[in-house]
């Protein structure tokens, strides 16, 4: 159930919001508008008065309700409205005007505007538009001309909505910490429609600019990459020429004078006022220069594949910064994946978006390393040939994502733990499109038995925790093809695996093949060891022993996650 808080002011407020409510809406969606409750219990009703025009009756009705705002003339407060629609989830039951009613009464008392038995409480109607919801009209000063005692009416009112869930056996939502981004209005919704748009112009520039600060490494670069997209950026500048704050706008997307719509970037999303960002891209300091640049896409994996450890080792700013720069991670996929995964992708770029805040301070500069190597790729979102790239960066993504589902479980964060499982979901969909055919690519040059017996055999002595489950996977031809691949450029097959085992415990991996694949195939692109390095290796090198030394188990999210 949710209830949302509008207020209004002007002289003419109440009788507005009375013509809206007992009109035909903005897109004819109001079916049969009738009173279900009211302060009183006896105002007269526009829906249902047969005998006299609606509109004299809306009128009288809007009257009554600002009496006691008459009586104070011009020390009237600003607002004089209080106006909260209600709404049921689409799954729930419809309920009848008399539950409607208890719910209204629940809700005012609530909020302070007429709580029980207060006889010179504020004025208040309830109207019923359709089976899913109601609206909730109040005028803002008592009858005894005092104003209504109405702090944090917010957070009471959901707080009362989630009981009313419960006592009424509707669908029980998560309860927020303040910091999700303001959802599109039903207005918006209906413009979208009528101009034939899925989504709103307000959840498409708040994907622009998030992954235009995902890309940026400058607040130039921001700026420039705003408008790359197609959108409108108007700077807010003080008097002394400094940029304080940021505006933009969707060409076509104009109010009834024909102007543009502006949102501020504190409006989108908490994260993307320009001070927060400022902080954000403050904490990105650039890459020193070096003769052989790294692979950025094997950059990203080996850094989203610490995010576990950091969520579970760390202290809570730590693991935010991580968070953070993981959302910009699963920004990032969309734009480089292939048309059958991208569609999910998008969705779990948009789930992930709301488990990327909580009211702990992100610490950025622990999570550096990600956000640079994703700021490369941004510039060249291509994968490798064998689209190896994504699929081994997916994979840690995932990974990822299920210790964040954990973390924010442990932290109580029940609107951002909901989220993550739903991007949790989108990603497992993608992976497949996206990873199947990189490791077909790779099976397909598997070396010969005698090659794949001799990894096997190592492996039961390197892993014998996981040997099975590798040996069977049918991703093992793949893992062979990448210690081939290796041995042929120089590397030491049996270095390779001691070194991908030891880098972390696959216990807290979705696939341990697949995961052992990605990992090899990064570390066999790093520069080749010289034969005398290997050969001085070799000699100072012991056998390896039959118990690995990366026992350790971290703490584990829940099961269902892991599973392949």
């Not at 104070?72 to 209080?82: C, N, S």
């Not at 019923?128 to 917010?154: F, K, M």
């Not at 009424?168 to 599109?184: E, F, H, I, S, V």
């Amino acid at each position: 159930m949710i209830p949302k808080i509008i207020l209004g002011t002007g002289p003419h407020a109440t009788r507005r919001t009375i013509g809206y409510l007992f009109g035909k809406g903005r897109a004819n969606e109001h079916t049969d508008p009738h009173l279900v409750a009211s302060w009183n219990d006896f105002a007269p009703d526009p829906g249902r008065s047969p005998h006299r025009h609606p509109k004299d009756v809306e009128a009288q009705l809007a009257a009554q309700l600002d009496q006691p705002v008459r009586m104070l003339g011009d020390k009237a407060p600003r607002y004089t409205v209080w106006h909260c629609p209600v709404r049921a989830a689409p799954e729930d039951p419809i309920l009848t005007d008399a539950q409607w009613a208890d719910i209204a009464r629940r809700i005012v008392a609530a909020a302070g505007i007429a709580p029980p038995g207060d006889a010179e409480a504020c004025r208040w109607v309830a109207v019923r538009h359709a089976d899913d919801h109601i609206h909730i009209a109040a005028t803002l000063v008592r009858q005894d001309g005092r104003r209504p005692q109405r702090n944090h009416d917010i957070r009471a009112v959901q707080r009362e909505a989630r009981q009313i869930e419960t006592d009424y056996k509707l669908r029980r939502l998560k309860p927020g910490d303040g910091t999700a981004a303001k959802r599109p209005t039903s207005k918006e919704h209906f413009k979208a429609r009528r101009r034939g748009q899925s989504v709103t112009p307000r959840e498409i520039l708040r994907t622009r600019t998030r992954r235009a600060v995902a890309a940026a490494s400058s607040e130039n670069e921001f700026f420039t990459l705003l408008v790359a997209t197609g959108v409108m950026v108007r700077p807010k500048t003080e008097p002394s020429g400094d940029v304080t704050g940021y505006s933009i706008a969707l060409p076509g997307d104009t109010n009834r004078q024909g102007q543009p719509v502006w949102y501020a970037g504190s409006t989108l999303a908490p994260d993307l006022s320009l001070p927060k960002i400022r902080h954000r891209l403050h904490d990105t300091t650039p890459e020193p220069v070096t003769a052989r640049p790294a692979n950025p896409w094997h950059q990203a994996t080996a850094a989203t594949e610490l995010i576990p450890h950091r969520l579970t080792h760390h202290n809570e700013t730590v693991a935010q910064g991580q968070l953070v720069a993981l959302g910009a991670t699963l920004d990032l996929f969309p734009v480089a994946s292939p048309p059958a995964a991208r569609a999910d992708l998008e969705r779990a770029a948009a789930a992930f978006e709301r488990a990327t805040r909580s009211r702990i301070t992100a610490d950025h500069t622990s999570a550096r390393a990600l956000r640079r190597s994703i700021q490369k790729i941004w510039h060249n979102p291509t994968p490798d040939r064998d689209g190896t790239g994504l699929a081994m960066l997916l994979d840690a993504a995932l990974t990822a994502v299920a210790f964040a589902v954990h973390w924010h479980r442990t932290h109580q964060h029940a609107q951002q733990e909901a989220t993550a499982e739903q991007t949790l979901v989108h990603l497992q969909a993608a992976y497949g499109y996206v990873a199947e055919p990189a490791l077909a690519h790779l099976a397909a040059r598997s070396p010969g038995f005698s090659t794949k017996n001799r990894y096997a055999q190592y492996l039961r002595q390197a892993a014998p925790e996981h040997a099975d489950s590798i040996l069977t996977d049918p991703a093992f031809d793949a893992l062979t093809t990448v210690l081939a691949e290796a041995e042929t450029a120089g590397h030491n097959a049996t270095t390779l695996l001691d070194q991908a085992l030891n880098q972390r415990t696959l216990n807290d991996a979705r696939n341990p093949t697949r995961t052992l694949t990605w990992r090899i195939r990064r570390l066999s692109q790093r520069h080749t060891p010289s034969p005398h390095a290997q050969a001085a290796k070799t000699r100072t090198t012991t056998p390896p022993p039959t118990t690995p030394p990366h026992t350790a188990t971290p703490p584990q999210p829940p099961q269902r996650w892991l599973c392949s």
